[in-house]
């Protein structure tokens, strides 16, 4: 693996948020700021990132190399317009690749480690199917997308629940009776008798129980996530007082501490860029999302490898401040 690239997952648990339209613009202004990026449309099934991008659906992508078995992976990555800027395009082109075997997912993993750049940013597809479970955990601090609506801020949290049961389950998949163990309580349906809630303290201590070597390993494994949310779409900062009933439910049900990362407010540029296949933040650069991505991008360049001290409070003010020039 190039150990300079920083692979950063972009992923949302309900789909339509906006992950596309950011992965793409996100690529951009960290090519503007002059570091190579390679941004890979890994919404297999739903491939889409090229009109984000403002370019043909007439590249092979990644459906043709899994399909081909002659392709070279490394063919597949075209220049963009943008300088600075690759594109690995998905399966605009190729039906059924929404379903990829195991070995398919392991080659294409293996191939993605090895893409040469600074950044590479994923656009995953929405949702929690094992394909894009397993995406998300190409790295430790990966983006999670959401609006400010209750299903999408739900399905958020539902996504994390998800991809944090199946790091345990990949975690104890060498102890057969502890796996067997995760799988059948994973499988008990909720009825009155067995109301304690499935949280990730719940199965360490359960692992613990079993096997403690393997339960202290997890909670350090654990322990190294830490997703990077933004919020899309938003009207007002005040929105953003969600923020400590969500860090409470993180930390309680799945030990997890999250980077309040971004905020996009909801603009009329982005929809008017979508429909005209144009480029968000070259077309509109003095937008307030152009603004908004263009914040992310520093942010991401400055720290994306340290935890965020304050970053609600922090990210609370941001927005107030954005919101003041809007
Ligand atoms: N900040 C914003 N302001 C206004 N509209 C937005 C904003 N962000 C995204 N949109 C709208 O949301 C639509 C969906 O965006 P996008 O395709 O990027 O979402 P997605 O999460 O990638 O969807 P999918 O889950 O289907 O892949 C866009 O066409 C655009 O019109
Ligand atoms: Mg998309």
């Not at 951009?28 to 991008?53: E, F, K, M, P, R």
């Not at 345990?168 to 796996?179: A, E, T």
Request: net charge positive.
């Amino acid at each position: 693996m190039n150990s300079k690239a920083t692979i950063i997952p972009v992923a949302s648990g309900k789909g339509g948020v906006g992950k596309s339209i950011f992965a793409a613009n996100l690529a951009i202004a960290l090519a503007q700021t002059g570091h190579s990026t390679v941004v890979a449309d890994l919404d297999l099934g739903g491939s889409n990132l090229y009109t984000c991008l403002g370019m043909p659906n007439k590249y092979p992508g990644i459906g043709d190399y899994l399909k081909s078995g002659v392709i070279e992976f490394s063919d597949l990555i075209v220049q963009t317009p943008i300088p600075n800027l690759k594109f690995l395009p998905g399966d605009g082109r190729t039906p059924f690749t929404a379903n990829i075997s195991y070995e398919q997912r392991l080659r294409l993993i293996q191939e993605i480690k090895k893409i040469s750049a600074r950044y590479i940013i994923l656009d995953l597809g929405a949702g929690t199917m094992f394909n894009t479970l397993n995406f998300y955990g190409l790295a430790y601090k990966g983006m999670m997308i959401t609006t400010f609506e209750t299903p999408s801020v739900m399905n958020l949290i539902m996504f994390l629940r998800n991809f944090m049961f199946r790091v345990i389950s990949n975690g104890v998949r060498h102890n057969r009776k502890v796996l067997d163990m995760l799988i059948a309580t994973f499988q008990q349906p909720m009825t009155a008798s067995s109301r304690e809630p499935l949280t990730v303290p719940h199965l360490l201590k359960k692992i613990k129980e079993m096997d403690p070597g393997a339960a202290a390993q997890l909670q350090k494994t654990c322990s190294y996530y830490r997703p990077r949310i933004i919020f899309n779409m938003g009207d007002h900062p005040d929105e953003l007082h969600i923020l400590k009933k969500l860090d409470t439910a993180l930390a309680n049900g799945l030990s997890l501490t999250a980077d309040w990362f971004g905020f996009i407010f909801f603009d009329d540029a982005v929809r008017r860029s979508a429909k005209r296949k144009e480029i968000l933040i070259v077309k509109y650069p003095d937008s307030i999302a152009a603004e908004n991505i263009r914040r992310i991008a520093v942010r991401v360049a400055k720290s994306w490898d340290r935890p965020i001290p304050d970053s609600a409070q922090r990210l609370m003010e941001d927005a107030r401040k954005q919101y003041r020039k809007k």
